[in-house]
C-alpha cells in the first residue's frame, strides 16, 4: 500500500524583531545610494552644459556640428582613458564583464570609477550610470556595513545598495522589487519571499523616495495613451516586440567581435580614443539625439511622434543600437539599459511611422519590450520600463503576451555581458 508523499512543510516566518533591526541600515543605504546617484549626474549635467552650450559658444562653434561632435567624443576617450590608465584600480574591471549585479570592489577603485563615469556621462558616449553606480554603491555599503554593522552578513550589504541603486535609478521601488525576487528565485534562500525582500524593498523605496523629493525623474514619455485593445494591436505587439528583440541580438551577437578589435588596441590611451572617433563619426550620422544616455532624448522624441519619418527613425535606431555596441566594447564605463530605451523607443517609433494604424504607444512600448530582452535579459527590467514609460493600464497585458515569444528568441543565446576571456556569457 502505497502513500502520496506529504507536501513540504511551509518556510518559517521570520521574527517582525528580526525585521525591524533590517529596517535602518536599509534607510541609510537607501538614502546614501540615491544622493551618490543625484550628485554624479547633477555634476555630469553641469559638465554637459559647459562642454556642449558654453564652451562651443565661446568658440562661435555649433553645439551639434559635425565638427564638434567628433572633437568632443575623441576627447572624452582621451580624458577617460587618461583616467583608466593613471586612477588606482584603472576605474574598475572591463565593463563588458559587468552586468547589473555587482560584487563588492576595493575601495581604492572607486575615485577612479566615478571620475570616468562623469567624464563619459558629459561627453556623449551611449552608455548609461546604472553599473558603475551599482558598483560603487554596493562597495561602499558592503565596507562601512562589515565596519560598523559586522554582525550582519556581507551579502545582505550588496542587496540593499543594488536593490537601493535601482529604486533610485527608476525613481520607483516596483524595478528594485522585481529584480530582486527574479535573483532570489534562482538561488537557494531561508525564510518566505516577502522576508527576505523587506530589507532591500525598503531600501528601495528610500532610494526611490529621495531621488524623487531631490530630482524629480519621470519615466513617462506622455504619448496619447492606448485604448481598449483589439486584435490589430496584439498582432502589432507580437510583431514589434520580437522584431525589436531580433534587431538587439544584433548587437549581442556582434558584441564578442568588437569588443575583440578594441582589445588588440592594447591600450586604453588607444582604444578609448578610437572609440571615441567612431562614436564622434556615428554621432554625426545619426545626429545629436543618439548621443548620450539617451533618456532626455527620447523625451524629444516623444514630444513630436510624427515628427520624423520611418526612415529617420530606423536610422537613429541602428546608429543608437551601434553606438551603445562601440561604446561598450572600447572600455568607456557604463551600463546599457538607458542607451538600449532609446533604441527600443525609435525601434517603435518607426513602425507607428510605418503602419500610422499602430499607436505610437503601442510601439514604443513593445521595441523597448524587446530591446531589452535582448540586451539586459532581465525579464522583469524589461516588463517594467516599457509599461511605465507609457502609463497605460491597458497596455499590461499585451506586454506580458508579447514578452513571450520575444523572450524565447532571446533565451539560451550569448548575452551583451563577456567573460573574462573574451567568450559571450549565457
Known sequence: MTHDAA????APATPARTLLALLLPAVVVGAGASLLYVGVSKLAEKLQDVLWTDLPDALGIGGYSSLWM?????????????VVW??????????????????????????????????MLAGGPSLGPENPIIGVNVALAFWLGRRFLPVLPGALWVTLAEAATIGALFGTPVAAALVISEAL????????LWDNLFAP???AAVGAMTTSLVNHPSFDLHLPPL???GWGDLLAALVIASAAAVFGMLAVYAFPYVHSAFSRLGHPMVALPVGGVVLGLLGCLGGHLTLFKGLSEIDELAQTPDGWSAGQFALMSGVKLAALLVAASC???GGRIFPAVFVGTAFGLCAHALVPSVPSALGVSMGVLGMLLAITRQGWVS?????????????IALLCIASLPAWLLVTGRPQMQLHDDGTPIR
Open 201 to 203: 524593498l525598503a531600501a
Open 383 to 395: 516588463l517594467f520600463t516599457a509599461a511605465a514609460l507609457v502609463a497605460s493600464p491597458s497596455i
Open 7 to 10: 507536501p513540504p512543510a511551509p
Open 185 to 192: 528565485a534562482g538561488q537557494k534562500t531561508k525564510g518566505r
Open 227 to 229: 485604448g481598449r485593445p
Open 70 to 82: 567628433i572633437v568632443m567624443l575623441t576627447a572624452t576617450g582621451v580624458a577617460v582613458g587618461l
Open 331 to 333: 572600455g568607456f564605463r
Open 86 to 119: 593613471k586612477a588606482p584600480g584603472h576605474a574598475g574591471p572591463d565593463p563588458a564583464t559587468l552586468g547589473i549585479n555587482a560584487s563588492p570592489m576595493p575601495l581604492v577603485v572607486l575615485p577612479g570609477l566615478l571620475v570616468a563615469t562623469a567624464l
